[in-house]
Nanobody, 123 residues
Framework: QVELVESGGGLVQAGGSLRLSCAAS????????LGWFRRAPGKEREFVTA????????YYAGSVKGRFTISKDNAKNTVYLQMNNLKPEDTAVYYC????????????????WGQGTQVTVSS
């Protein structure tokens, strides 16, 4: 069982930055790939970025590459999403996700999801 708790959302002006956090509670000895998704109003959920449990590999959607950075603090089992140069189209509810296989995380078919945190970017 995995529990994911997101934090760090808020309101920011275009061009600004925000950092989201996702604290993952996992059974000792378990490992999961972790990712971020977002759902904008009236749109389907989309993949943003993912990272392996070790933090050694990362993956990004083209729309955020170069602006967003995913990282992981292995001691705290916490994954971060640093979002820079935010745009109004980044406005969405951001969800943390975890899965045993990276493939399921990137496809959004993974087992575990956080409750979501709102990010609003004003123009």
């Amino acid at each position: 069982q995995v529990e994911l708790v997101e934090s760090g959302g808020g309101l920011v002006q275009a061009g600004g930055s925000l950092r989201l956090s996702c604290a993952a509670s996992v059974r000792t000895g378990s490992s999961y790939s972790l990712g971020w998704f977002r759902r904008a109003p009236g749109k389907e959920r989309e993949f943003v970025t993912a990272i392996t449990w070790s933090g050694g590999s990362t993956y990004y959607a083209g729309s955020v590459k170069g602006r967003f950075t995913i990282s992981k603090d292995n001691a705290k089992n916490t994954v971060y999403l640093q979002m820079n140069n935010l745009k109004p189209e980044d406005t969405a509810v951001y969800y943390c996700a975890a899965g045993v296989e990276m493939r399921t995380v990137m496809l959004g078919t993974c087992e575990y999801w956080g409750q979501g945190t709102q990010v609003t970017v004003s123009s």
